[in-house]
């Protein structure tokens, strides 16, 4: 995902039955003192595309579906699987998987959540015609049929997934996976309404269609203004929220967003702007969080296109590129230069940077322009192309440097583009740019929530990389019996990027964001998530 699972340890796996304790949600330390108003502002930092689970790809629309539905399991931040709508599971073999409902769970109409809703809704997710960005999702998990469902091989009723009665789910593996369960969290496969679905079309997203499952339900949508959820009563842990509506606002603006969270219109910012970090730090240190979170910012090539189908060319800008000045000089709030694609250490597993990540500065820039010459780009023939990224000042920042790299380094001209966010994700689905900003959120803890990416055919590769080395590389990973060999194989699809370089990693993020005093509960996970129902507001 743009900008979700956390660890999931081989004794959960092997347990024949499995479920977890408590569902988290507010937890009140004793004695605090509540608002009467328990309402809470969030920027969200830019329009979502939509509100279908099923059509979108970034935290910008997650953050809110996150808060209107709930999945079968969840992750909390210490890594625990916890049941949500799935009240306990089995397995056999680690290969079919049986999740039993919670009983007289319905959706915020009232009607019951059924154990047919989720078939629907994954079926639906595979299924071609809806054109989801998480499409290759399910097939990732090893569901049974779902990768050739979504290539259009097979019909989506033929996924491994069916329904034992109206509160029992099976759900049938071609192998056994280690992610399932954390993977199983990830908001495209929360349960839809079908019949809310089938009857509005795509017009089920509107306030007065909305049906959901989470602890909150759609009240308002003013397009580029702000979303309003309120308190779903009908919700199974209901009980345990205490924050009875949410405001959540579609600033892009970096500086608005900080201006009107010192205005005290807004409780939680979307992220701290780079070039007020440290004055930030100095006068609101107490409102400031940073946390640590697996994702990678990246500039990703469209390598069918000329003349990034020359992996000379590739290789060339990536080895120019001085990460290091861009994670502490250009950023400096923890980022770290990145050489890999996923991240460092990530599900028990540690990866290595590729060998030119240790060479000198001056040895990367001799080889860069090797390249460039060997590619026919020189002095009297440049290299020129746009670089595209979303409208953002921290983006455009980085932008700048890069190109200002480039050109110092390379002679090399990058001429900025920016484009709103939904413009930018449909520019890169067409395939309508040379290089591209981008950056991906892990939606689970493994390397293959960054790999799988780059797979040839995969519904997110947009890159359109293709190299049968390394999908078998993948493969094998995922019929790994350990971490060891897991990483084995990760190691082999992480050297691969670092020869053929589809997108130039650039920095592993850590999350800033300002927080307001009397806002409880602010626990961000791995991931970078947090949710409105784990929150609560204290008396100011």
């Known amino acids: 995902m743009k900008q979700t699972r956390i660890r999931f340890t081989r004794s959960l796996l092997a347990a024949a039955i499995l479920c977890a304790g408590a ?52 992750v909390s931040p210490a890594g625990e699987i916890q049941p949500r709508l799935a009240e306990k599971w089995e397995t056999k073999d680690n290969t079919v998987w049986t999740f039993h409902l919670r009983p007289g769970i319905t959706w915020s109409d009232g009607t019951a959540i059924t154990a047919q809703d989720v078939v629907w809704s994954w079926q639906r997710l595979v299924d071609p015609k809806t054109v989801s960005p998480y499409a290759s999702y399910p097939g990732s998990m090893l569901i049974v049929n779902a990768a050739d469902i979504a290539e259009g091989k097979k019909a989506p009723d033929t996924l491994g997934v069916k329904a034992l009665n109206d509160t029992t789910l099976e759900v049938t593996l071609t192998q056994p996976n280690a992610a399932f369960l954390p993977m199983l969290a990830h908001p495209s496969l929360m349960p839809l309404d079908r019949t809310l679905v089938t009857r509005y079309g795509e017009k089920w997203t509107q306030p007065e269609h909305f049906i959901s499952s989470g602890a909150y339900k759609l009240s308002q949508w003013v397009v580029n203004e702000r979303i309003v959820a309120e308190r779903n009563p009908r919700y199974w842990d209901n009980a345990h929220t205490v924050i009875n509506k949410v405001t959540y606002l579609p600033i892009a603006s970096e500086a608005a967003d900080v201006n009107r969270y010192k205005a005290g219109e807004i409780d939680i910012n979307y992220t701290v702007p780079i070039n007020q970090f440290a004055q930030l730090k100095k006068t609101m240190g107490n409102e400031l969080n940073v946390s640590p979170q697996l994702a990678t910012y990246y500039y990703e090539f469209n390598t069918t296109r000329a003349p990034f189908n020359d992996v000379r060319v590739r290789k060339a800008l990536n080895l120019a590129l ?45 080889e860069a322009k090797k390249l460039l010459s060997e590619a026919g780009y020189d002095e009297g023939h440049p290299l020129t192309f746009h670089l595209l990224y979303n409208t953002s000042e921290s983006h455009q920042r980085i932008a700048i440097a890069a190109s200002s790299m480039w050109k110092k380094n390379l002679g090399v001209e990058a001429k900025l583009q920016n484009q709103e966010w939904k413009t930018m994700l449909d520019t890169m689905h067409t395939h309508s ?88 509960g602010f626990t961000p996970d791995k991931l970078g998530y947090y949710y409105t129902k784990d929150m609560y507001i204290k008396k100011h």
């Open 322 to 366: 001085d990460k290091t000045i861009i994670a502490e000089k250009v950023l400096g709030q923890g980022q770290r230069p990145a050489w890999l694609i996923s991240q460092p250490d990530i599900g028990g597993v540690t990866l290595r940077n590729p060998d030119y990540a240790s060479w000198p500065m001056e040895k990367r820039i001799a």
């Open 433 to 520: 740019f040379d290089v591209v900003r981008f950056a991906w959120v892990a939606d689970y803890d493994d390397a293959s929530t960054f790999l799988n990416n780059f797979r040839t055919g995969d519904s997110q590769n947009t890159s359109q990389y293709s190299n049968p080395a390394y999908d078998k590389a993948l493969i094998s990973a995922a019929k790994a019996g350990s971490n060891d060999e897991r990483g084995k194989f990760y190691q082999q699809a992480e050297d691969l990027l670092g020869q053929d370089v589809p997108a130039i990693p650039v920095y592993h993020y850590v999350r800033s964001h300002l927080v307001k005093p009397w806002v409880g």
């Open 23 to 74: 569902a988290q949600a507010a937890s009140v330390p004793q004695g605090t003192a509540l608002a009467e108003k328990q309402e809470l502002v969030r920027n969200n930092g830019s329009e979502p595309a939509s509100l279908d689970p099923h059509k979108v790809e970034s935290d910008v629309e997650f953050n809110i579906i996150s808060d209107l539905f709930d999945g079968l399991v969840s």
